[in-house]
Nanobody
């Protein structure tokens, strides 16, 4: 059974920081491409960041320079360090896994967590 459990969300003031985590189980984590995706109220899912099997990362323009994705293969966990948060970052943040390189490049996902809420407000 594949499981992904996000944590670390909360309420933060603009300019603040949060670190999200995604603990996984039930699959060979080190072979998977991992992603963070968010969904703001009234909007569709927005891809935020991805990390490949050897730690190379890419980011959406909206978060580049502010967010950092990382993975810890020993703990089957990924993280998202979020700095300089803005109100427009308010969303439900999901981690998601992708099995194939082709799907990874196409921002396709094979499984999701339930999300953790991030609210940026003064």
């Amino acid at each position: 059974q594949e499981q992904l459990v996000e944590s670390g969300g909360g309420l933060v003031e603009p300019g603040g920081s949060l670190t999200l985590s995604c603990a996984t189980s039930g699959f060979t984590f080190s072979t998977m491409y991992m992603n963070w995706v968010r969904q703001a109220p009234g909007k569709g899912p927005e891809w935020i960041s991805s990390i490949d099997t050897v730690g190379n990362s890419r980011y959406a323009e909206s978060v580049r320079g502010r967010f950092t994705i990382s993975r810890d293969n020993a703990k089957n966990t990924i993280h998202l360090l979020m700095n300089s948060l803005k109100p427009e970052d308010t969303a439900l943040y999901y981690c998601a896994l992708t099995r194939s390189y082709r799907d990874f490049l196409a921002n396709k996902y094979d499984n999701w967590g339930r999300g953790t809420q991030v609210t940026v407000s003064s």
